[in-house]
């Protein structure tokens, strides 16, 4: 079935850096955009960053531009966010998702979080 | 503060329908792009609800309906059950980002 699973969370320091992943299965990856959501603890969902299938589209929210790197690897059929320069508003469950039909369209699945907390 | 807005929270008695708003701009909803919700029941990740406005995926019941009109879609929950007790979240595309949008989340009781 059509699985995503994230991993790579964990406990950072202010100023840090972490890389998230997300493996797919189930389903052509390379055929999808794929993106990162966000959900900070107690608030609603905020959506990151995109990639389109090939890796050539790329878009950033205003509040991860410059800090945050959205990138995948087709062959292993992994999604990755590449998170730098970390604050303690970054702290939230990160959610991989598939875009469906296009980059403009619905996110399912999604995979099952992976928790990032930012503490000295 | 999310560019789409819901209201916080929604009640009502198991059986009754409830419905919830979900309201953008002329850069999103209003640019005709699709309004598509979202469950998500405590401690797990949000679940595909309504896609395209209107269309249920697969193993959705049908007391679950979406509408959109101008800027502004509709989540409906008729026969509301217990297990109906989640936060729902619409979300749309903004061309200006470019990039998708959500909302705020509307939490609903089932009293």
């Known amino acids: 079935q059509v699985q995503l699973v994230e991993s790579g969370g964990g406990l950072v320091q202010p100023g840090g850096s972490l890389r998230l992943s997300c493996a797919a299965s189930?389903?052509?990856?390379?055929?999808?955009?794929m993106s990162w959501i966000r959900q900070a603890p107690g608030k609603g969902l905020e959506w990151l960053a995109y990639i389109s299938g090939s890796g050539r589209t790329i878009y950033y929210a205003d509040s991860v531009k410059g800090r945050f790197t959205i990138s995948r690897d087709n062959p292993e059929n992994s999604l990755y966010l590449q998170m730098s320069s970390l604050r303690a508003d970054d702290a939230a469950v990160y959610y991989c998702?598939?875009?469906?039909?296009?980059?403009?369209?619905?996110?399912?699945?999604w995979g099952q979080g992976t928790l990032v907390t930012i503490s000295s | 503060q999310s560019v789409l807005t819901q209201p916080p929270s929604v009640s009502g008695a198991p059986g009754q329908r409830v419905t919830i708003s979900c309201t953008g701009g002329?850069?999103?909803?209003?640019?005709?792009?699709?309004v598509h919700w979202y469950q998500q029941l405590p401690g797990t990740a949000p679940k595909l609800l309504i896609y395209?406005?209107?269309s249920r995926p697969s193993g959705v019941p049908d007391r679950f309906s979406g509408s959109k009109s101008g800027t502004s879609a509709s989540l409906a929950i008729t026969g509301l059950q217990a297990e109906d007790e989640a936060d729902y979240y619409c979300q749309s595309y903004d061309s200006r980002l470019p990039g998708s949008v959500f909302g705020g989340g509307t939490k609903v009781t089932v009293l």
């Open positions: 998702a598939r875009n469906l039909p296009t980059a403009w369209g619905w996110f399912d699945p």
């Open positions: 395209d406005n209107n």
């Open positions: 189930g389903f052509t990856f390379s055929d999808y955009y």
């Open positions: 002329s850069s999103d909803i209003g640019a005709g792009y699709d």
